[in-house]
């Protein structure tokens, strides 16, 4: 039987000391919980990151595979009131979250079946001079979840499987838009540790309404890399907060971005699809095409584009703070001269929603606008009408950097959309033909990343495989006795 305490997970101790208290919502109703979650305290803080610190050289790598295919396990053995818990906290939908607990549960095992053998410990050998090369963990990672995926990017999501795969010891700041949910995956990661016999620092669960809670866990000089999923202005925040410390450390931010769709060519079933991933899960997913790029002749696609739209039924938001933003956002869009409200544009009277909406401008005024190229967490898309391909081009090189970006183009048009290509490769992280940016599969080939303000590490995925090698650090062994080497060295001299 699943029971929330409201308390904090300290290195296998359910802690609150602290006296600030704060409650979640149902987006849906403005229901509050009837129990607080406890703002972690500096001493919890400062517990958690030394036992984090301490569990560093205590957890042995032959016992990572098994631990993260338990926990998996002990995800699946959660009853019903997990889907029920997220979905009154998020209002996501109960077949969304089963759809999610699935990916989150296939990423642990992914991952577990990814360092089954060393092969991600990138091995170098030198015989002269005698050079062992390996990758070992970083350190203690900070993870903070997000708001619109409260298990595939959550407490036990893709950044904390990759850090736990990488071998490092994970401290979670819950969402607190999301705590209770935090609490069920954060008792299903305290069975998984006993069961697997793991240090208990190995994994703590903190909460913190407060900003301050977030600061002291950047600061904190026993956390050696960050993992965030959300917003510009929270992730910039931490990048800055991190370099300020007497020993900086990396921050993996993932920010998302507009996703600029090109349409050199299109079908009715074009129009559908891209409609679909700009409503799809009420439009908040990192990867929505934010701007939707056509050429003047194709003008007649506007009021498809409309009337597609406007069938799509109004979603709730995950929290009031999405909404307020959003209702800040299109005010200033709306206000900008040469931008026409086609639909939508308006906050839905109580509710926490917003209408699906799109707007239509020109190039020039796209251009000259960031508040045009900038995110809108929502369901919100704008349409820029281009005279040519390539005037598509032209913008391309003025757009900042993005997690994706798509072209629709058929084979007579291969050759104009070369330089669109060429243009976009330096942009993004991920570049699409003939397909819609939502949807991003969890393999060693993914890439979910891309140039700055997308992320802060362009040269990191915080999807798939990959997503390991942000915790793990090279180390280079110089004419070392084998008696003195790891144990994945010392097999690696002996083959050799």
């Known amino acids: 039987m699943i029971e929330i305490s409201g308390k904090n997970y300290v290195a296998g101790t359910w802690s609150s000391s602290g006296t600030y208290t704060y409650k979640s919502m149902n987006p849906a109703t403005g229901e509050k919980t009837t129990f607080s979650f406890v703002d972690a305290t500096s001493e919890e803080i400062n517990t958690s990151m030394k036992a984090a610190s301490k569990a560093l050289s205590e957890v042995k790598q032959d016992q990572l595979p098994g631990f993260l295919k338990e926990v998996s396990f002990q995800i699946m053995n959660l009853d019903d009131k997990l889907i029920k818990t997220a979905n009154w906290e998020t209002a996501l939908g109960k077949q969304r979250l089963i759809n999610e607990r699935i990916r989150t549960m296939t990423q642990l095992e992914q991952f577990s079946e990814y360092i089954s053998n060393n092969h991600y410990r990138d091995i170098v050998t030198s015989t002269q001079p005698a050079l062992h090369r390996m990758q070992i963990p970083i350190g203690p990672v900070v993870v903070f979840p997000a708001s619109n995926f409260p298990f595939a990017f959550g407490v036990c999501g893709g950044d904390t499987a990759s850090a736990w795969a990488a071998g490092c010891p994970v401290v979670v700041k819950a969402h607190p838009s999301h705590p209770q949910t935090a609490e069920i995956f954060a008792q299903a990661v305290h069975r998984a540790i006993k069961k697997c016999v793991l240090p208990d620092g190995f994994f703590s669960l903190i909460h913190g309404h407060n900003v301050s809670i977030s600061k002291e866990l950047v600061l904190h000089p026993q956390t050696q890399a960050i993992g965030f999923t959300g917003s510009f202005t929270a992730g910039k925040a931490i990048y800055d907060l991190a370099y300020t410390r007497k020993h900086p450390i990396p921050v993996y931010a993932e920010m998302g971005s507009i996703n600029p769709i090109f349409l050199i060519d299109i079908s009715n079933d074009t129009i559908k699809s891209i409609i679909d991933s700009i409503t799809l899960g009420v439009g908040q997913f990192c990867t929505k095409p934010g701007v939707v790029f056509i050429l003047k002749q194709q003008n007649n696609i506007i009021n498809k584009m409309i009337n597609a739209i406007n069938q799509k039924k109004t979603g709730i938001l995950l ?163 084998n008696q003195l080497l790891p144990v994945e060295l010392s097999k690696s001299a002996v083959s050799t």
């Open 319 to 481: 929290n009031k703070q999405v909404k307020d933003k959003l209702i800040q956002q299109i005010k200033h869009i709306r206000n900008i001269k040469d931008v026409v409200l086609l639909t939508g544009g308006n906050p839905v009277k109580n509710a926490c929603s917003f209408e699906n909406t799109l707007f239509q401008t020109d190039a020039k005024t796209f251009l000259q606008h960031k508040e045009l190229q900038s995110e809108c967490f929502g369901p919100i898309s704008i349409i820029v009408t281009c005279s040519t391909i390539s005037q598509f081009t032209s913008i391309a090189t003025n757009l900042d950097g993005q997690l994706s970006a798509s072209i629709y183009v058929q084979p007579k048009h291969y050759t104009d959309a070369i330089a669109l290509r060429d243009v976009l490769v330096q942009k993004v992280g991920r570049l699409i033909f003939n397909e819609v940016p939502t949807g991003v599969a969890v393999c060693e080939a993914m890439q979910h990343g891309g140039p700055f303000p997308a992320t802060t590490a362009p040269y990191s995925t915080s999807v798939g495989m990959k997503a390991i090698y942000r915790f793990l650090r090279p180390i280079v062994f110089q004419n070392a006795p």
